[in-house]
């Protein structure tokens, strides 16, 4: 199997089968001595992260912060210090986290981002999670590759059953967000920092309880 990625993504196959649980437990090993810790779950829009995340939570007990929650009407990409100011540091220092960032109160959005006073393991999902800016906070990253075609015809559908059901107008959002997510990831190159690269789109049929996860030497499993 081998996945239509944007050129500057290295190939990260050969890929093996892991359960849900097996992965997280290979997470957490990255956590040990650490009351809290968070784990950023990053890769391209519409390539498997959300799905990847809930998976985690439900096999393990984390819990999961969208970030696309933290940037809603606030910046698509440029919202780290908010993650940082009113979620990670906050966590991490064993505080109680209920955050409503600026744009929640501007435009009326009710509840608030929040983890639970227990909560040892919480996962960041989003694209961009596992910035350089945010490394300092995270006990570890996954990466999840995805075939880019794959993923761009998810994202135009997601949109069209959500706020652009007019095809022309999600495909004009789609490339958008594509610009400023290449953008994003070419300067950054999270998947170097990554502890472990997951097939979002997987190619091939895998069981339900199961994940695909890279095994070349240019990723550490």
Not at 17 to 39: D, H, N
Request: with cysteine; aromatic share 8%; hydrophobic share 45%.
């Amino acid at each position: 199997m081998r996945l239509r990625t944007h050129p500057v993504e290295p190939e990260a196959g050969p890929w093996r089968t892991v359960s849900f649980p097996e992965l997280l437990a290979g997470l957490r090993t990255r956590c040990v001595g650490q009351a809290r810790a968070a784990i950023a779950i990053d890769g391209r829009s519409a390539g498997g992260k959300s799905t990847l995340a809930a998976r985690l939570a439900a096999a393990g007990g984390a819990e999961v912060v969208h970030t696309d929650d933290v940037a809603w009407w606030h910046d698509f990409f440029d919202w780290d210090d908010l993650l940082i100011d009113g979620v990670l540091e906050p966590y991490l220092a064993g505080d109680a986290v209920n955050f409503r960032p600026p744009a929640w109160d501007v435009r009326g959005r009710e509840g608030a981002i929040t983890i639970s006073p227990g909560c040892s393991v919480v996962l960041i999902e989003g694209v961009g999670s596992s910035r350089r800016s945010l490394a300092p906070y995270l006990s570890a990253a996954v990466w999840v590759q995805s075939d880019w075609p794959l993923a761009e015809a998810r994202g135009i559908a997601r949109d069209m059953l959500t706020e652009r059901a007019d095809p022309a107008e999600a495909k004009r959002f789609w490339d958008d967000w594509d610009a400023g997510e290449r953008a994003l990831f070419a300067a950054d190159r999270p998947w170097e920092r990554a502890d472990v690269v997951v097939c979002g789109t997987p190619l091939i049929e895998v069981g339900e309880d199961e994940v695909l996860i890279g095994a070349t030497p240019a990723w550490s499993t």
